[in-house]
């Protein structure tokens, strides 16, 4: 009687002689990546360990390769995957405002490819200060699988042209003195730290009129200056002359 007689035997590199499955690199695209075995004979199959990435890092790739019916066992190969950081540039875009208005908003130009959602964290900080002068804006920004490249930007205030509505609360006001010998003039009361007064016709002596003006210079903060008007008056001193009482004889010579 005749049987049939299937004779299988243990599966060895030799017979995967043309497989491959090779390192391979990417660059993160937000995608998975994963690696292959090629040239796979017709029949077998294979189970791959620690495939299918998609962050950036270094990965060993196990392929479990197993025969078909005609072998016993299994083969294992290992082989690197290698997802990079994808490279993106962030620049802060320059801005500029006057002294005493709101700040601009901050913003800023991409160069590469954000992917999907992902979130580089992007903030945008003014350096110190709010006087007149040149800042930095600076950038800070994280991702893992991002290789960040972050560009300053520069945020200028520029002077303020000042006007009366800047000079709220300070005073140069008509004022008036009496005649006494010595030389009278007004003063600009409550002027800001760094502002600078030059007054015209701001001084009198005897009595009369004399129309004053005050030019007001702001601080570096500012250009231009306002110019102030004020009467100063200087009244005549009040002198009373009273005579004294005499006595004579009708016919003597008066006193």
Avoid: H, W
């Avoid at 029949?43 to 950036?56: L, Q, R």
């Amino acid at each position: 009687e005749e049987g049939n007689c299937n004779i299988v035997k243990e599966l060895t590199e030799s017979e995967l002689f043309n497989v491959t499955f090779e390192d391979k690199e990417y660059t993160y695209d937000g995608t998975k990546k994963k690696l292959q075995v090629i040239n796979l004979p017709e029949g077998f199959t294979v189970e791959y360990e620690g495939n299918n990435k998609a962050d950036v890092g270094i990965y060993t790739v196990k392929a479990t390769i197993k025969g078909d019916s005609n072998y016993i066992g299994t083969i294992t190969k290992e082989a690197t995957l290698t997802i990079n950081k994808a490279k993106v540039t962030i620049t802060a875009d320059d801005k500029t405002s006057t002294y005493g208005d709101s700040l601009a908003y901050l913003t800023y130009e991409t160069e590469g490819t954000i992917y999907g959602k992902d979130n580089l964290n992007i903030l945008l900080t003014k350096k110190g200060g709010l006087n007149v002068g040149t800042y930095d804006i600076l950038v800070s920004a994280s991702n893992p699988n991002y290789e960040i490249t972050t560009v300053k930007g520069n945020y200028k205030i520029t002077p303020r042209k000042l006007t009366l509505a800047d000079l709220n609360g300070i005073t140069f006001r008509d004022t008036t003195y009496t005649y006494d010998k010595t030389e009278k003039t007004i003063l600009v009361n409550n002027l800001p730290e760094g502002f600078s007064v030059k007054y015209t016709n701001n001084k009198g002596l005897n009595a009369g009129e004399y129309k004053a003006t005050a030019t007001i210079t702001g601080n570096s903060n500012y250009t231009g200056s306002v110019v102030k008007n004020a009467v100063l008056t200087i009244n005549k001193s009040p002198i009373i002359i009273t005579a004294e009482s005499k006595m004579s004889r009708y016919k003597e010579e008066l006193l």
